[in-house]
């Protein structure tokens, strides 16, 4: 399962140990084998059974998970934001119910995604919101392993899980929930995977926090002349910074809320490029000299066009508290000379950079 934010934006910026006998190892063997490795796979083939795209596990997909708009102040912390009961549909089984056999006594176990907390709250990936998933019959909470054991079972087609959104923080951001939300393991949770549970579609996650735009698509930052005799002295050496800053324009939010602003700049001469570097762009006739930006005297580093939460080299811009309607990120840019000689003529730049709210 994973977690995104779908307010980003792209701005462009230019430059101009014991021995163990050998019966106790035999006996150690012997309990891991009955308790934790039957091998599993999906049956009932003589009977048009298994699934329909070669997997050793079935997939489900849930419908009826639609968390309309919050406000995070409304509910406490451990509180419930939004539950539904959703309804399922196996996706990949031959037939109804789907069936599964095992090589030796097995009992379910029934988890959701990541590890629980006290509360069997499981992690969403969006700040300040968890999820806890019950089972609709008996109204246990993931996880917990069933009692009864077996060789050959069949899963339900009309089971109805039902997954509560809790608030388990500070919620500063909306976010996205997709893939896998939870699965069923033979007798542990690391056991062979028997069933996985998956959103059928991206789910929204909506809560009223503030929310920004860049307030410009493109950035210029006049670099002006600068004689290499006297400004480097070798490998390293920089020359004076120029200032410049990322402007956005906020708005919304419910009372006492905030978002937090990430950013992750972007190479756009070499998009895989993760140094601190920033290259040349193409049109450049100077050599030996590449481009550096600064945050609070810190060096920044590149990284992929992605507003993903921990993209490489992404970093906090800060938080945006309600009521704030700018936001401004200032920054510095310098030349830094890369190799031993330095050829004279035009040195441009470009880089992109993606917000990232969390």
């Known amino acids: ?20 006998s050998l019966g106790t190892a035999f006996v150690l063997t012997m309990f891991a084998s009955v308790y934790t490795y039957a091998a599993c796979n999906p049956s009932g083939a003589l009977t048009g059974g298994g699934t ?7 997939y489900a997909t849930i419908n009826g998970f639609s968390p309309p708009p919050f406000s995070p102040g ?20 031959k037939k109804l119910p789907p069936e599964t056999s095992c090589s030796w006594f097995t009992s379910t176990y029934v988890s959701g ?18 999820m806890r998933i019950i089972d609709s019959d008996s109204k246990t909470p993931w996880p917990y392993k069933a009692s009864s054991s077996w060789l050959s079972t069949s899963w339900k087609p009309d089971y109805k899980p039902t997954i509560q959104l809790v608030r388990t923080g500070e919620i500063t951001a909306h976010g996205t929930l997709s893939g896998a939300f939870g699965r069923y393991t033979a007798n542990t949770a690391s056991g062979d ?16 926090v503030p929310t920004c735009e860049v307030g410009t698509t493109k950035i210029d930052v006049p670099m002006g002349r600068v004689v290499s005799s006297t400004t480097f002295s070798g490998v390293g050496s ?21 978002s937090r602003a990430f950013v992750t700049l972007t190479d756009a001469a070499s998009p895989g490029n993760t140094s601190n570097r920033l290259s040349l762009s193409g049109d450049s006739t100077a050599k030996g000299i590449a481009i550096q930006i600064l945050k609070d005297s810190t060096v920044l580093s590149y990284g992929p066009d992605s507003s993903a939460a921990g993209n490489t080299n992404q970093w906090s811009a800060g938080t945006i508290n309600q ?36």
């Open 113 to 130: 995604i990541g590890v629980p907390d006290a509360n069997n709250v499981y992690p969403t990936g969006i700040a300040g919101v968890g």
């Open 323 to 358: 009521g704030q309607a700018g936001f401004r990120i200032p920054l510095e840019a310098r030349y830094v000379q890369t190799e031993p000689e330095i050829t004279a003529g035009s040195a441009n730049a470009s880089a992109t950079f993606t917000m990232s709210y969390q």
């Open 238 to 258: 920089t020359s004076p910074t120029q200032q410049f800053e990322i402007a956005l324009r906020c708005s919304g939010g419910d009372p006492q809320t905030a």
């Open 52 to 58: 329909t795209d070669g997997k050793n596990y079935y």
């Open 193 to 208: 995977l028997l069933v996985e549970y998956r959103f059928a579609s991206p789910v929204s996650v909506l809560p009223s």
């Open 1 to 20: 399962m994973k977690s995104t934010d779908d307010r980003s934006a792209k701005t462009r910026i230019r430059f101009p140990t014991k021995p163990v």
């Open 74 to 93: 409304d509910t406490p912390i451990g509180g419930v934001i939004y539950e539904a009961t959703g309804t399922i549909a196996f996706q990949n089984a």
